[in-house]
């Protein structure tokens, strides 16, 4: 069973990187995913990398948001740029075995219990 802790600034500065530390030592073969969720709306992708180091990232991310892995510390980190109020939300992790799934949070299993991103205009 995967565990996954998200770590991340709070109120942030227009540059900001947020970390998924998971517990599973066969993380390697695991997909992680970045979603998030503002108050009122659903959870939305945001950024992928799969166990093969293929990303994927959301247009509304694309340009300025980065995803990456280190598998030597267990660790997908989220490069946040050019910040904007409306990436404001609850930052979560998620993960699963294998392949990239597709952008779809409920075709993922194993969850980060969410980190909060205040992004002030």
């Known amino acids: 069973q995967v565990q996954l802790q998200e770590s991340g600034p709070g109120l942030v500065k227009p540059s900001q990187t947020l970390s998924c530390a998971a517990s599973?030592?066969?993380?390697?073969?695991?997909?992680i995913v970045w979603f998030r969720q503002a108050p009122g709306k659903e959870r939305e992708f945001v950024a992928a990398?799969?166990?093969?180091?293929?990303?994927y990232v959301a247009d509304s991310a694309k340009g300025r948001f980065t995803i990456s892995r280190d598998n030597a510390k267990n660790t997908v980190y989220l490069q946040m740029d050019s910040l904007k109020p409306e990436d404001t939300a609850v930052y979560y992790c998620?993960?699963?075995?294998?392949?990239?799934?597709?952008?779809?949070?409920?075709?993922?299993?194993?969850w980060g219990q969410g980190t909060q991103v205040s992004v002030s205009s």
């Open positions: 998620a993960a699963n075995l294998g392949d990239w799934g597709g952008p779809e949070a409920n075709k993922y299993y194993y």
């Open positions: 599973e030592r066969s993380f390697r073969s695991y997909t």
């Open positions: 990398t799969s166990w093969n180091f293929r990303t």
